[in-house]
C-alpha cells in the first residue's frame, strides 16, 4: 500500500481507503471481518457517515485496541432521528451525534471532522454561516479533532468552501462520467442517460476542473467518494460512455487529479476489500484508462492534458505530468503560489530540460501539445 500526505495536514492516509456505508445491517462477524481485511491490507482510512447507532457500535467494536492504526472521517451533521438517518443543522443535534460518534468509536478524537453532505448554495449558508463551523472549529482548536472537511457532490459549493480557507479536507464524488456533467447537475441525475446526450459535455467541466486545481494550489486534500459511480461504469450497458471501465481504472483517474490523497471505497466483504487492494499490483497498462477516454465521442478532451503520463518514456527524464500540473496551477492561480514554486522546484527535472523531440506528442492519446507546454513553463518559472 502506498500512502499519500493528507494536503497540508501532517496526516498520511492510505491511497485507497475504505468507505464503510456498505457495513450498515452487517451482522458483527462480517464487519470484524472487513475491517480485519482492510488493515491487513494496509488501509488506515476509514469514512463513516452512517448515523446509525448498530454500525456504529460494531465498527468501534472492530476497531477496539487499534484505534490508533486507523485515520477516521466521522461527519458533523449526519443524525439518526425516529429510526432515520438525516441531514442536520441543527447545532444541538449535531453536538449529539458526534459526541455519539465517539461514544460509540471508543475514541476520544477523530481525525478528519467532516461538515456533512453541503450540497447547495442555501445549504452551504446553513453550515458556514451558523454555529456549526464554529463548533468545527473549537473542536480543533481543541485537538477532538485533526483537520476539518467537508463532504459534497456539489463544485460550486465546494469551490466556495475551500476558497473560504476553512476546511483541510474536501470529500467530493469524482469518476470520469460525473466530472463532464455541468455543475449545476441534481445529484439523482448523475446517471440518467440523457444527462449525458449533451453535444456540448466535450472534457471536464470547467469549475470542477478550478476545484481540484484550487485545492492542490492551496493545500486542501481531496477524499474520493462514488469513484465507481455506485457500480455503473462497470458495465457496458450502464456506463455513460458504452464500454465497461475496471475498477483500477476507475481508482487510477480519481488518483491522478489534483490534490486527491485516497479514493475510499465501500466494501462490504474481505474480497471486496481484496479487489479494490488489488489496483496497488495492477500493471501499469491494466490501470490505464487514457486509451478508452480518448476513443469516445462523448469525452473530447483534446488538447488537455490528464496527468496519465501515457506521453513517457522521456529522453530527458521528464515527468510531464506533474510539470504540466504545476503549469496548470500557476495559469489558474495568478501570482503564482509558493507552494506550487516549490513543488516545480523539487522535481528532479525541469521544462528547460527539455529536448523537444517529440516522442511525448506522438505518445500522448489526447494531442496536448507538450513541447508548446514545456517551453511555457520554462518561460512560467524561469527554468
Keep these: 500500500m502506498r500512502y499519500r500526505k493528507l494536503g497540508r495536514s501532517d496526516l498520511y492516509v ?35 457517515f452512517m448515523s446509525e447507532p448498530n454500525v456504529r457500535t460494531n465498527i468501534g467494536r472492530a476497531l477496539a485496541g487499534r484505534r490508533d492504526s486507523v485515520i477516521l472521517q466521522g461527519h458533523i451533521g449526519a443524525g439518526w432521528i425516529d429510526g432515520q438517518y438525516c441531514r442536520t443543522r441543527s447545532l444541538e443535534s449535531c453536538k449529539f451525534f458526534f459526541e455519539d460518534f465517539m461514544s460509540r468509536l471508543q475514541t476520544d478524537y477523530v481525525d ?20 456549526i463551523l464554529p463548533y468545527a472549529q473549537r473542536l480543533k482548536e481543541s485537538g477532538v479533532i485533526r483537520a476539518i472537511g467537508m463532504s459534497s457532490h456539489d463544485p460550486v459549493a465546494a469551490l466556495q468552501a475551500v476558497g473560504s480557507g476553512s476546511i483541510d479536507v474536501l470529500m467530493f464524488s469524482i ?4 466530472d463532464l456533467l455541468p455543475e449545476d447537475t441534481e445529484i439523482d441525475d448523475l446517471f440518467k442517460a440523457e444527462s449525458f446526450q449533451n453535444e456540448t459535455l466535450l472534457g471536464i467541466n ?58 475510499l471505497v465501500g466494501s462490504k466483504s474481505p474480497d471486496e ?17 487514457s486509451v478508452l477516454l480518448s476513443s469516445t465521442p462523448t469525452y473530447s478532451l483534446k488538447g488537455k492534458c490528464m496527468y496519465c503520463n501515457h506521453c513517457l518514456p522521456c529522453p530527458a527524464h521528464l515527468d510531464i505530468a506533474q ?16 507552494t506550487v514554486k516549490a513543488h516545480y522546484q523539487a522535481l528532479d527535472h525541469h521544462a528547460g530540460d527539455c529536448v523537444q523531440c517529440g516522442s511525448c ?6 494531442s496536448v501539445p507538450v513541447r508548446d507546454r514545456m517551453r511555457g513553463a520554462q518561460r512560467v518559472f524561469g527554468f
Excluded: W
Design 323 to 338: 510539470i504540466n500540473k504545476y503549469l496548470d496551477l500557476a495559469q489558474l492561480h495568478a501570482p503564482i503560489s509558493d
Design 175 to 178: 469518476n470520469p462520467a460525473y
Design 361 to 366: 506528442e506522438h505518445n500522448c492519446p489526447f
Design 273 to 289: 476489500v481484496a479487489a479494490s487492494v488489488a489496483y496497488e499490483t495492477t500493471p501499469d497498462p491494466e490501470r490505464d484508462y
Design 112 to 131: 478528519i471532522g467532516m461538515l456533512h453532505f453541503v450540497d447547495t448554495q442555501e445549504d452551504y449558508a446553513r453550515v458556514f454561516q451558523s454555529e
Design 14 to 48: 492510505s491511497e485507497i481507503g475504505l468507505g464503510c456505508e456498505h457495513l450498515q445491517g452487517q451482522s458483527p462477524d462480517t464487519i470484524d471481518a472487513v475491517v480485519n481485511a482492510a488493515l491487513a491490507h494496509g488501509i488506515n482510512l476509514f469514512d463513516i
Design 206 to 263: 470547467p469549475i470542477r476542473d478550478e476545484l481540484y486545481k484550487t485545492c492542490e494550489a492551496t493545500g486542501c486534500a481531496i477524499t474520493v467518494m462514488k469513484s465507481l459511480g455506485a457500480g455503473a461504469l462497470l458495465h457496458a450497458d450502464t456506463s455513460p460512455f458504452g464500454v465497461a471501465l475496471t475498477v483500477p481504472q476507475c481508482i487510477h483517474y480519481c488518483l491522478t487529479r489534483p490534490a486527491v490523497a485516497s479514493v
